[in-house]
């Protein structure tokens, strides 16, 4: 997923990773929460430049980290979910609607029973049902609505194609033999079906309100709660038609998004582990200026940031003064920052170019570029420590304390078939004014002058394009762009499975013409290369020969390692790990990152959701003993 | 008959009265120079200028010869381990470090280039554009006229900035930028933006000083001769216009000076590599950088005041000299 984008892990494999993660994952150096008595009550305020959700807030296709935190923590109940807590037993999965569950010993066949006593919240006043269950998987398949992870069901639940018109077409796969019981149908055994199934785009929505939005992102303000909270305003939500419902009044896109307690929660169908419940609400603002936000926190006006970065100057204040050490947290993030290479853009079609950028690029230099080692561990493969452990320590192309080596670099480059006389540095005319996309805020403009300076140690002149965040992904999102290399993407894990961190980004199946993640174009086939128009088919002609030699890819392994469990499963991702960064060459991985968070004092328990990578609404306490609703928005 | 001389010579006087110092004829441009000159303010102004330009040209020497540092030269070991300066200005480095290490004085005086050849070659071109587009606009009238002056209408009621930001941006997003290449995000098309907003000013005053030149009797006595209008306006007109332009022109830089920075503030048009004042003032603001490095933001702050300053007294005292009944 996106870089905020958050995924959950199963434990399957965590016996061996459970160790092994303990010890090497994010740093180690997690801070001490303030551990006094959870205070009930009082409102969470923080603030955030951005929403930046990718699907409007529309649960079937909402991609972003942040907002499955929302979902998750606040008002969206799944079949399985997490306890919404730090490290990996944060990524195990408990039950939430489900009570208990089976599978067939072919794997085939999963059957969920449901607790009774699942609530929507006002003004629907019903139970939730296997049927409301069943209705999100139907506008999963629905076309128009653009489930964006679509494919983790999608050829995985028989029936589900995502090609669906709309979505009251019932899916053959997937049944509801009472209100209490849902039975899904595999088209193959898929061992990570847990964490499936307790993503967000799951939860239960009920078709009287669904029905009335078919198009991608507009179900987003309107979405009904079956979780402790709900979205201020859904009890005056008008049901009685489609065309007398009005957006909720406590989600203003523009402006903020305000949570309030949802009266028919039933805290006894829930677990204290999974979901605390100590606020009476959260307030989000918007706020575009990162250094008024920390200065509210500073003033007391807001409890705590969300996913915001901290400015320099701040950070030094709280790294370094004893006072405030409890009004800072470092958690691992799950995720890698990275640069990522076009395989169909010369000169990166040329894997002897791909693994000198490896070797050339100063890690470090990046790192402090993000606020030094707190902010992470630099990234030396492409899956994060927790997501997994075997690769931790695993470095392709190593160089004294990560800062490159030129030497090696230029090696490299010697054997491409752009160093024609052999110095070591790129001389052909595609390597000068190769265009760089990258962002346009810290800490990208600190990074972008280093990777100029780098990669004209190889030759390679860059032309570095500084973009807004979003304009920077739908660039390099869009096919046509050819674009060539890009530093502006990170990516979170969607689960804490190497399939739910590589599957979109590594896959064929990830690649489309525009709104796509796997921006190397790794296993691009002839057929995927026309669809998207002449400009796209030559480059795609002139990297592979006219198909003689075709790109790398990793789809065969993949499907290798997708039904495998435990060990041999974590062997099998090992390698593709081992053969991405050795053999396909797409990334430059240069930070596992951590996230920073600072609160207030008024924050007396902290916890962290390792789910979404952010802070964790479904236990944290202040005590401001404010109303949401009477927190000053706008 | 008594002859029609240029000069004028003294009258016979009588023996004995005491003859005053010889009166010269002196041409414009003596005169303007005599006034410019006794303008203290504006000869500091010119001083700045010149003094300015020197460095921006000798900046590569400066770099590599007197302080040994380039304009990109990142040092890591000047920033702490989150990657703030460490170094203030000091025997190395005069105007301290930024948050990559790299030379800010250095930067200060290649910013120095950018400025300067941004705003030469935007006022340049305005100033060509609007000369051109004045004159056939006020010596032919009519549909001529009518045409030049809405279009200065219209660019002058452009949101400059909004437009600016938004060319900038949209040209950003592929390789080759718009027009098949002809506009680049980079130092043309900034030059382009800047030009493209500036030249109405100019294109207005002009055409305003030839309508009032095109009523006066020596261009009826050109026309009268058999001048063409080409003729006219190259021999006649044109020279007549210098003064104003002029004035004018050096009056524009100080804007486009402060236009390049503000673009470069926001992060539009200049490529990161390229030290740029505005640029830099921008990175000392950000996260409150100059509250921990203040050198970051005075001395491109600094440079930017004094340049934009130097450039309006120099205008004025131009003004004032060259025309003493347009300014008062």
């Not at chain 1, 392994?557 to 060990?567: F, N, P, T």
């Not at chain 2, 400025?115 to 051109?132: D, K, N, P, Q, R």
Request: aromatic fraction near 10%; hydrophobic fraction near 40%; proline fraction near 6%.
């Amino acid at each position: 997923m996106e870089t905020l984008k958050r995924s959950s892990r199963v434990l399957a494999v965590v016996g061996v990773l459970a160790i092994v993660a303990t010890a090497c994952g994010g740093g180690g150096e997690e801070q001490a929460s303030p551990s006094g008595p959870s205070t009930k009550g009082g409102t969470y305020r923080t603030a955030i430049e951005d929403f930046g959700f990718t699907n409007g807030f529309d649960p079937t296709g909402e991609y972003l980290g942040t907002a499955w935190g929302l979902y998750s923590d606040l008002i969206s109940r799944t079949l399985v979910t997490y306890k919404h807590i730090e490290g990996v037993p944060g990524d195990e999965i408990v039950p939430d609607i489900a009570e208990s569950w089976e599978t067939s010993a072919d794997g085939l066949t999963w059957t969920f029973h449901l607790k009774s006593g699942v609530m929507f919240g006002p003004p629907l006043d019903r139970a939730v049902t296997s049927k409301d269950i069943a209705y999100a998987f139907q506008r999963i398949n629905t076309k128009s609505l653009i489930a964006q992870y679509g494919n983790y069901y999608a050829g995985v639940i028989e029936g589900l194609t995502g090609d669906a018109k709309s979505p009251s077409t019932p899916i053959s796969g997937i049944s509801t033999p009472d209100d209490s019981t849902i039975v899904f149908t595999l088209t193959k055994p898929t061992g990570d079906f847990l964490f499936r199934a307790a993503m967000p785009a799951t939860a239960p929505i009920p078709e009287e309100v669904g029905k009335c939005f078919t198009k991608a992102g507009d179900y987003g303000r309107f979405v009904i709660s079956s979780g402790p909270y709900m979205i201020d305003g859904e009890d005056a939500l008008d049901t009685s038609s489609c065309k007398a419902m009005e957006p909720l009044s406590g989600f203003d896109p523009d402006k903020f998004m305000v949570f309030v307690r949802n009266p028919n929660y039933d805290a006894a169908t829930d677990s204290p582990d999974v979901r605390s419940a100590n606020l009476d609400g959260v307030v989000i603002s918007i706020d575009t200026n990162t250094d008024d936000i920390f200065n509210k926190i500073q003033s007391g006006d807001l409890d705590g940031s969300w996913a915001s970065l901290p400015p320099k100057t701040l950070e030094q204040q709280y790294l370094t003064n004893p006072d405030l050490k409890d009004n800072f947290h470092i958690n691992s993030g799950d995720r890698t920052w990275y640069i990522t290479m076009n395989l169909l853009v010369p000169p990166f079609d040329d894997v002897n170019v791909r693994k000198a950028v490896n070797f050339v690029i100063d890690k470090t230099a990046l790192q402090k570029a993000w606020g030094g080692p707190a902010h992470g561990e630099i990234a030396t493969s492409v899956e994060p420590p927790e997501v997994l452990p075997e690769t931790a320590d695993y470095d392709p192309y190593p160089s004294p304390n990560h800062e490159g080596d030129v030497q090696a670099a230029q090696d490299a480059m010697k054997q491409s078939k752009y160093d024609s006389n052999g110095d070591g540095k790129c001389d052909a005319d595609v390597c000068s004014d190769v265009l760089l996309v990258s962002r346009n805020i810290p800490p990208w403009t600190d990074m972008n002058p280093v990777l100029s300076e780098d990669l004209a140690k190889i030759g390679i002149n860059v032309k570095i394009r500084e973009l807004e965040t979003s304009t920077a992904y739908t660039t390099i999102q869009t096919l046509d762009n050819l674009i060539p290399i890009a530093a502006n993407a990170g990516w979170g894990k969607d689960y804490a499975d190497p399939y739910g961190f590589d599957f979109f980004i590594f896959n064929s199946a990830g690649i489309a013409c525009s709104g796509q993640v796997n921006y190397s174009e790794l296993g691009m086939t002839k057929d995927q290369a026309t669809e998207c128009g002449p400009k796209v088919l030559a480059a795609w002609n002139a990297a592979t020969d006219n198909g003689k030699t075709p790109l790398p890819s990793v789809d065969k392994k993949m499907d290798e390692c997708y039904g495998l469990l435990d060990e041999a499963r974590a062997t099998c991702w090992t390698e593709l790990d081992t053969s991405l960064m050795e053999e396909a060459v797409p990334w430059v991985p240069y930070l596992w990152a951590t996230v920073f968070t600072v609160t207030a004092d008024s924050v007396t328990h902290w916890e962290f959701d390792q789910f979404s990578g952010a802070l964790s609404f479904a236990h944290i306490a202040v005590n401001n003993g404010l109303d949401p609703t009477s927190v000053p928005v706008g | 008959m008594s002859q029609v001389t240029d000069t004028i010579t003294e009258p016979e006087l009588d023996a004995g009265v005491e003859v005053s110092a010889a009166v010269i004829g002196r041409s414009p441009w003596e005169l303007f120079w005599r006034r410019f000159r006794k303008d203290r303010v504006a000869l500091l102004g010119v001083a700045f200028i010149v003094i300015l330009v020197l460095l921006a040209i000798t900046a590569p020497l400066i770099a590599r010869f007197v302080v040994h540092h380039g304009p990109n030269e990142i040092n890591q070991d000047l920033t702490n381990e989150i990657g703030l300066p460490a170094v203030g200005p000091s025997g190395n480095y005069w105007f301290g470090v930024d948050t990559l290490g790299r030379d800010v004085f250095v930067r200060t005086i290649y910013g120095a280039r950018t400025s300067l050849t941004v705003a030469f070659f935007a006022t340049g071109i305005a100033v060509t554009i609007g000369i051109i587009m004045g004159t056939l606009a006020g010596f032919f009238g009519g549909w001529v006229d009518t045409g030049v002056s809405r279009a200065i209408d219209i660019v002058l009621s452009l949101p400059i900035l909004l437009l600016a930001i938004g060319i900038a941006a949209a040209c950003s997003i592929t390789a080759t930028g718009c027009l098949g290449g002809l506009i680049q995000p980079g130092i043309s098309l900034v030059v382009g933006i800047i030009a493209l907003f500036s030249w109405p000013y100019i294109g207005r005053i002009v055409r305003g000083q030839v309508l009032s030149i095109r009523e006066k009797e020596f261009i009826e006595a050109s026309r009268s001769l058999g001048f063409t209008n080409s003729g006219i306006m190259f021999r006649e007109i044109l020279p007549n216009l210098a003064a104003p332009v002029i004035v004018y022109t050096t009056l524009i830089i100080p804007n486009n000076i402060l236009f390049e920075a503000a673009l470069s503030f926001l992060g539009v048009g200049i490529p990161p590599t390229t030290p740029s004042w505005g640029r830099m003032i921008a990175e000392a603001a950000s996260g409150q950088l100059y509250t921990v490095a203040w050198w970051m933001l005075l001395f491109p702050g600094v440079a930017l005041v004094f340049t934009t300053l130097a450039f309006n007294l120099v205008g004025d005292g131009l003004r004032d000299a060259l025309d003493p009944r347009m300014g008062g």
